[in-house]
């Protein structure tokens, strides 16, 4: 009895580890090579198992990690693909400024223990902003993404291009020599140069700067600050291609960085600095500009400064207050002291004031408030508010708005700089301006040949029949003045009718029937 009784006990224990324990262990061992390598494709022998429900609990345990895995991969790929197209530009499919920053600071850190010659290249289709506006957007657009393909098919494989701007791109090339590097941007140029612009609707040539930088480990005592310095050194050399008509490939050297740099000593810097953040020792001077036709007339406020050694003028003032970003302080307190000589009487009442302002300040939200101290005084001051053409143009819609409600509140509001630019003709009948001041070299070319002086004489024409008031700045002779007049000026401004004061001098009229007057 004993005996049957071990006998049973024996075949009972050896049926739950045939068909319970083993095929248990068998599964757990199987779950734990899925967890130490999921990547890995596993499998259990078929007819593993003689009970069929732990044969359904091994498909189905497979199934599940198939399905796992696949999901993991599609995962993966969906990954890949939103982390591809966060650094892909959507207009022209190549690298973005994310990319490039990550591939920049990437570069830095292995430029620490393995340095490599570096090149940093840096493309800019000149006058694009204005070209944008007008062929329109669509146009533009199609420039920008043939511009990036046009590239991109011309530079090695190791070296693509990133848009970093609106039509700016950056290549970093490394492992180059010099002369290497100006092969690639001669071949990039050259194949931009050759694209048949007129196909997408651009019907002039169009041209663009390159500008180039160049850090190499075997002449560097600092490799990682000339690796950090090549994009501005880029920009540097970029912006000196912009000004030649046919060298339109610039390396940077320090030359380059001295001609970029105003000779203003660091003792005039300092002080021209303190008077901008303190508003002390800003001088106003006004200098009038005469109506041609009656006794009307009006003073443009600029801007001196007292210094140690004497009198601070516009060039130095303006070297030190763009390179430091000073233009809305400057503007503030050009306003701020315009407001205190009007109050102070040093302005004639019945004439006027013109205060010039830069892009920067007319960009503020708070650019319409900076005038409300104005408003009571518009009921005895012609107060005119300038800005350059260039401002006005690259920020036409925003500009409209904001001067528009200047010119609702009775202030006047005048185009400086005119002929200046790109696209002046174009947004003529659309600026939101009421006067017209013609850029002073259109003055000085009264001066030149016929054929220029009746394209001048044109243009101020249309400035006339499209309802502008006309200002030439730059009269100083009785000859030029003449001339002005003739080509259809209404204002006049100079030396000759008054020179810039700190107090508002009305000059002799130059109204034909006035008792006084300079001709």
């Known amino acids: 009895m004993i005996a049957l009784l071990l006998i049973s006990t024996l075949i009972l224990v050896t049926a739950f580890k045939t068909f319970f324990s083993q095929p248990l262990?068998?599964?757990?061992?199987?779950?734990?090579?899925?967890?130490?390598?999921?990547?890995?494709?596993?499998?259990?022998?078929?007819?593993?198992?003689?009970?069929?429900?732990?044969?359904?609990?091994?498909h189905s345990l497979h199934a599940y990690h198939q399905n796992l895995q696949n999901a993991q991969t599609e995962l993966h790929h969906q990954n890949q693909l939103v982390w591809e197209q966060a650094r892909r530009d959507v207009l022209t499919n190549i690298y973005n400024r994310r990319a490039f920053d990550e591939t920049w600071n990437c570069l830095l850190e292995l430029s620490i223990n393995r340095p490599v010659a570096t090149a940093y290249i840096l493309f800019d289709c000149d006058y694009f902003k204005a070209l944008n506006d007008t062929y329109g957007h669509d146009v533009g657009d199609e420039v920008i993404r043939v511009s990036a393909t046009t590239i991109q098919a011309a530079l090695p494989i190791d070296s693509p291009p990133y848009r970093i701007g609106g039509d700016e791109?950056?290549?970093?090339?490394?492992?180059?020599?010099?002369e290497q590097v100006l092969e690639i941007a001669t071949k990039c140029l050259k194949s931009l140069h050759q694209f048949n612009f007129n196909s997408i609707g651009i019907k002039e040539k169009l041209a663009f700067s390159v500008g180039i930088s160049y850090a190499d480990p075997a002449d560097s005592n600092d490799f990682i600050n000339d690796i950090i310095s090549l994009p501005r050194q880029a920009d540097i050399a970029m912006y000196k291609a912009k000004e030649s008509?046919?060298?339109?490939?610039?390396?940077y050297t320090p030359k380059l960085e001295h001609a970029n740099k105003s000779l203003v000593s660091s003792t005039l810097v300092s002080q021209i600095v303190e008077a901008v953040q303190s508003g002390r020792n800003i001088v106003m001077n006004f200098q009038p500009i005469q109506a041609v036709e009656t006794d009307q007339l009006y003073f443009e406020s600029l801007i001196r400064m007292e210094?140690?050694?004497?009198?601070?003028?516009?060039?130095?003032?303006?070297?030190?207050?763009?390179?430091?970003?000073?233009?809305?302080?400057?503007?503030?307190q050009i306003i701020q002291q315009v407001y205190k000589a009007m109050?102070?009487?040093?302005?004639?009442?019945?004439?006027?004031?013109?205060?010039?302002?830069?892009?920067?300040?007319?960009?503020?939200s708070n650019f319409v408030s900076l005038f409300k101290d104005f408003i009571p005084l518009l009921k005895q001051y012609k107060i005119v508010i300038e800005v350059t053409e260039n401002t006005l143009i690259d920020h036409m819609e925003y500009a409209q708005s904001v001067l528009n409600e200047l010119r609702e509140q009775g202030f006047l509001i005048a185009l400086d700089d005119f002929g200046s630019g790109y696209s002046s003709i174009k947004y003529l009948a659309h600026m939101p301006v009421d006067i017209i001041k013609f850029d002073m070299s259109m003055t000085v070319a009264l001066n030149s040949d016929e054929k220029t002086i009746n394209i001048i004489k044109s243009t101020a024409e249309m400035v006339r029949r499209s309802?502008?008031?006309?200002?030439?700045?730059?009269?100083?002779?009785?000859?030029?003045?003449?001339?002005?007049?003739?080509?259809?000026?209404?204002?006049?401004?100079?030396y000759l009718l008054g020179r810039p004061s700190p107090d508002a001098i009305c000059p002799p009229s130059i109204a034909p029937d006035s008792s006084t007057k300079l001709i």
């Open 307 to 332: 210094g140690d050694n004497g009198i601070i003028y516009p060039t130095d003032i303006f070297a030190v207050v763009q390179r430091r970003r000073l233009e809305v302080e400057m503007d503030v």
């Open 25 to 58: 262990e068998i599964l757990a061992t199987y779950l734990r090579t899925l967890k130490q390598n999921p990547k890995k494709s596993h499998t259990i022998p078929e007819n593993t198992f003689y009970l069929k429900e732990f044969d359904d609990l091994k």
């Open 343 to 364: 109050q102070a009487n040093k302005i004639p009442r019945h004439t006027g004031v013109a205060i010039n302002v830069s892009g920067k300040t007319l960009l503020q």
């Open 169 to 178: 791109f950056a290549i970093i090339v490394q492992s180059k020599s010099r």
């Open 245 to 251: 008509l046919l060298h339109k490939i610039q390396c």
């Open 467 to 494: 309802g502008y008031d006309l200002v030439l700045e730059g009269i100083e002779d009785t000859d030029l003045m003449s001339k002005s007049i003739e080509a259809g000026a209404t204002h006049l401004q100079g």
